[in-house]
């Protein structure tokens, strides 16, 4: 028979693993007594972990939630999965960098060598797409998007817009915005709640930061069908110009004069196929048809617009527009000594 300390490990982690367990079962996979497995789980009890008598047949056990949180037993993926995830978490936006990085050097702590080691030689380094720092949301507010996305309650929140309008009075206070909350999702380091506007009747995305939730919720609603019923999609969709498609609404072809070879590195999310030792077939999307012939011009070669005839007429617009510019004068500089 094992020593009680590590018998009562042992114990603790058959209860992590699944909900209910009979206790001839659990005495059994223990090779102990029952009355030894029941004086077990009161030494569990006394350390702080709840575990609950279940009624049946055979009667059984479960570890339940309690007021506090008792000392937690993992696996050794389960705990380096926790340490990456911890690393990684700066990057969310949601305000908890400070708490991840004292629950990290707790759980370092307490590792084995052997799993520090693996820690350490995996080092994640959190890249912003912006050198701006990220408006970081409240993590006060994350919890209560959450809890009106989860129990499907209308939710009331001022909402500081990121551009006001220009006759707006400095002093004037809009009314709150009334929805009902169907998601809350990180993109890029930033949190986004996706709702249906009560008083616009459609649906809207906004950045948790710029959400001050008011109190007390409404009353509760029944969810509806998000266009397309993919949230990540649909999110998608809404930054890349178009409603309810993932796919830019801008699409076209052109032949580079490179190799496929140069163009793939820089295509995106766009398509290449080759068409000889120097010439390629680049396919993009973007959000309007000015922008897209502007990324086809930033490879820097001869091209050729093959589709659609959208395309060729913004190539043409906007081939005019660098005509004019290159044509215009240049500003004169204001006099003075030269600049250092």
């Known amino acids: 028979m094992q020593k009680t300390s590590a018998r009562l490990l042992s114990l603790l982690s058959l209860l992590q693993a699944r909900r209910d ?13 029952p009355r030894t497995l029941r004086r077990d789980v009161d030494r569990l009890r006394e350390l702080g972990y709840p575990v609950l008598a279940v009624k049946g047949p055979d009667g059984g056990y479960r570890l339940d939630a309690g007021t506090q949180l008792p000392p937690l037993l993992f696996d050794d993926e389960q ?8 690393r990684t978490a700066a990057a969310t936006g949601a305000g908890i960098e400070d708490g991840a990085a004292r629950a990290l050097t707790t759980l370092r702590q307490v590792m084995p060598a052997r799993l520090r080691h693996r820690i350490d030689a995996l080092p994640v380094t959190s890249v912003e797409r912006s050198a701006r720092p990220q408006p970081q949301a409240d993590t006060g507010v994350l919890l209560a998007l959450g ?16 551009h006001p309008p220009a006759d707006t009075a400095p002093d004037a206070v809009p009314p709150p915005r009334r929805v009902e909350p169907h998601h809350l999702v990180t993109r890029g380091g930033r949190w986004y709640l996706v709702a249906w506007d009560l008083d616009r009747a459609d649906w809207r995305v906004f950045r948790a930061d710029r959400v001050t939730p008011r109190t007390p919720t409404g009353p509760r609603f029944a969810p509806r069908e998000l266009p397309g019923g993919d949230v990540a999609a649909y999110l998608t969709g809404r930054f890349r110009g178009s ?13 580079l004069g490179l190799p496929a070879s140069a163009v793939s590195p820089h295509a995106g999310d766009g398509t290449v196929e080759a068409l000889g030792p120097d010439r ?13 012939a502007a990324a086809f ?10 589709g659609p005839p959208e395309l060729r007429e913004a190539f043409a617009r906007l081939a005019e527009r660098c ?8 500003p004169r500089r204001p006099a003075g000594p030269p600049p250092r």
Do not use: M, Y
């Open 21 to 33: 367990w009979p206790g001839t079962v659990l005495a059994q996979r223990l090779d102990i007594s």
């Open 79 to 86: 705990a380096v999965a926790l340490a990456v995830a911890l």
């Open 147 to 162: 809890a009106a996305v989860r129990t499907r309650e209308v939710l009331r929140f001022d909402h500081a817009p990121a």
């Open 243 to 255: 409603d309810g498609s993932p796919d830019w609404p801008c699409r076209g072809e052109a032949v």
């Open 280 to 292: 390629c077939r680049l396919t993009l999307g973007s959000w309007s048809w000015p922008a897209l």
């Open 297 to 306: 011009c930033r490879f820097d070669t001869d091209l050729e617009a093959v």
């Open 323 to 330: 005509t004019g510019a290159a044509a215009a004068p240049l």
